[in-house]
């Protein structure tokens, strides 16, 4: 997938939103190296794109960070990073679990525009290592309906979730 504009904004901001959490910013790189929690338990290979959406919506709900954490693509996150970075012509390796951090930023950032408990998947494409799942949801401000979009990638021979999440008000 390429970086679309919306998806490199989305990632710059959660590159900051991390770097602020983590507290980059002038501070002695951390000595030991974060681990990613797993996959879900109640997923496995053979889940559909769908059934890991579900998860997804499930988890922000709850502000499961964890299991947000265990469903991002992030070595696929990493590359898309590093991407823009190329971009710009700077060399970057992003290691996969800051990856995950502003993947999961983001997606909380942009899950704020849908009432909890009101999400649900409505419909499923998949071509190849890749799949994008609909799902629909309300706003809590207009209780107007919003259409969420999911991309995902197939990584470590699973289902998971790639960065940006993307929203629309219908």
Same mark, same amino acid.
């Given at each position: 997938?390429?970086?679309?504009?919306?998806?490199?904004?989305?990632?710059?901001?959660?590159?900051?939103?991390?770097?602020?959490?983590?507290?980059?910013?002038?501070?002695?790189?951390?000595?030991?190296?974060?681990?990613?929690?797993?996959?879900?338990? %109640?997923?496995?290979?053979? +889940?559909?794109?769908?059934?890991?959406?579900?998860?997804?919506?499930?988890?922000?709900?709850?502000?499961?960070?964890?299991?947000?954490?265990?469903?991002?693509?992030?070595?696929?996150?990493?590359?898309?990073?590093?991407?823009?970075?190329?971009?710009?012509?700077? +060399?970057?390796?992003?290691?996969?679990? %800051?990856?995950?951090?502003?993947?999961?930023?983001?997606?909380?950032? +942009?899950?704020?525009?849908? %009432?909890?408990?009101?999400?649900?998947?409505?419909?499923?494409?998949?071509?190849?290592?890749?799949?994008?799942?609909?799902?629909?949801?309300?706003?809590?401000?207009?209780?107007?309906?919003?259409?969420?979009?999911?991309?995902?990638?197939?990584?470590?021979?699973?289902?998971?979730?790639?960065?940006?999440?993307? +929203?629309?008000?219908?």
């Amino acid at each position: 997938m390429k970086p679309r504009p919306a998806r490199t904004a989305l990632l710059l901001v959660g590159l900051a939103a991390a770097c602020l959490i983590a507290g980059c910013a002038g501070q002695p790189e951390k000595q030991s190296t974060p681990v990613l929690p797993p996959y879900p338990a %109640e997923l496995s290979a053979s +889940s559909t794109p769908s059934q890991v959406a579900t998860v997804l919506i499930q988890a922000l709900d709850a502000g499961d960070k964890q299991t947000l954490l265990g469903l991002v693509a992030a070595k696929h996150e990493a590359d898309q990073v590093d991407g823009i970075y190329r971009q710009y012509g700077k +060399s970057h390796e992003t290691p996969p679990e %800051e990856a995950a951090g502003m993947a999961v930023a983001g997606w909380v950032m +942009s899950y704020e525009w849908f %009432e909890k408990g009101t999400t649900h998947v409505t419909g499923e494409r998949v071509s190849g290592e890749t799949a994008v799942v609909e799902a629909q949801g309300r706003n809590p401000n207009t209780g107007r309906a919003r259409l969420l979009t999911i991309e995902l990638v197939r990584e470590d021979g699973v289902w998971k979730v790639a960065g940006g999440l993307q +929203s629309q008000e219908r």
